[in-house]
């Protein structure tokens, strides 16, 4: 070891120690800085009964996920491995309230928010549950790889199979009590969200963006479907899909166009900090300084 890299090594074991010994008086002052009578502090823990501390808000009503989608195996017992039966996203329309589940989704009639009525749970595996609603059309993203077309809960055990369902689903819900699937669009590595746009110029049809972060499907499961590196030619990496769906006729929903907006982006060389970052040793600095570990 040479000399100047034997006064580094020590320089660094020296600041090392230096930044220990500050830690215990660091978490002190801002344990000091929290109000002796935090509500967070000490709360219980629970699955559905845990503690709770809120500020300027107020919670009107609760209510548990259904049987259906809880997860429980054939002794009563929960599942709370994963994701398998998680809530994930809302959609509104009116006094309604579409919750999606990894596992399917939910409506909730909120006409009285102080008593929320379950007019559906339906069991449909997603893997991700991303719903928006349109008149009585109800979309869902759709993104594991052991979802299937006729919503079974036994899975897909093959590598390649033509039950396998990853894309957005489409249900008709006329009767809220009785959801219709009604059509559906699937593309190479499912939905992990969605956005609905209708079209412009034309009322009777509404667009579908998607995507996904799953893995690519094999070729011999989806025509046209290749894991190639993301800045391959046909590489179904970093695309957005579009799907067109005709209002009248959902059943006649199909993928139309795509995009692969994510191939020409370089790597940032460096990041600015963030605003919270900045403005306390901004203020400690004066005005105009640098502040502490930004480029000089």
């Known amino acids: 070891m040479t000399a100047s890299s034997y006064h580094r090594v020590r320089t660094l074991a020296a600041l090392s120690a230096l930044a220990l010994a500050s830690l215990p008086a ?102 991700q549950g991303d719903p928006s609603i349109f008149g009585n059309l109800l979309f869902i993203s759709a993104e594991g790889t052991g979802n299937r077309v006729d919503c079974g ?12 369902f990853r894309g957005v689903r489409i249900f008709d819900l006329s009767d809220p009590d009785n959801p219709k699937p009604v059509g559906w669009a699937q593309n190479c590595r499912g939905s992990h969200t969605h956005t609905l746009v209708p079209d412009p110029k034309d009322k009777s049809v509404v667009y579908i963006y998607f995507s996904g972060s799953s893995q690519v499907r094999e070729a011999g499961e989806l025509e046209g479907c290749s894991d190639a590196p993301a800045d391959s030619a046909g590489s179904s990496r970093g695309r957005i899909d579009v799907v067109r769906v005709p209002l009248a006729n959902p059943g006649e929903a199909k993928l139309v166009n795509g995009a692969r907006i994510f191939t020409e982006l370089t790597r940032a060389q460096s990041h600015g900090l963030p605003p919270g970052d900045t403005s306390a040793p901004r203020r400690g600095r004066g005005a105009g300084a640098p502040p502490a570990g930004a480029p000089g």
């Open 153 to 164: 809960a036994q899975g897909i055990q093959e590598q390649v199979s033509k039950d396998r």
């Open 26 to 127: 660091a978490l002190h002052a801002q344990r000091a800085t929290q109000p002796a009578t935090d509500p967070r502090v000490g709360l219980r823990a629970g699955l559905t009964d845990a503690g709770v501390a809120a500020k300027n808000l107020a919670l009107v009503s609760n209510r548990p996920k259904p049987d259906i989608l809880m997860g429980r195996d054939s002794t009563g017992k929960l599942n709370l491995a994963g994701l398998t039966f998680a809530n994930s996203d809302l959609a509104f329309r009116g006094n309604y309230v579409y919750q999606g589940n990894f596992s399917g989704f939910q409506i909730w009639d909120v006409s009285d928010p102080r008593n929320p009525v379950m007019r559906k749970a339906y069991s449909c595996a997603t893997g």
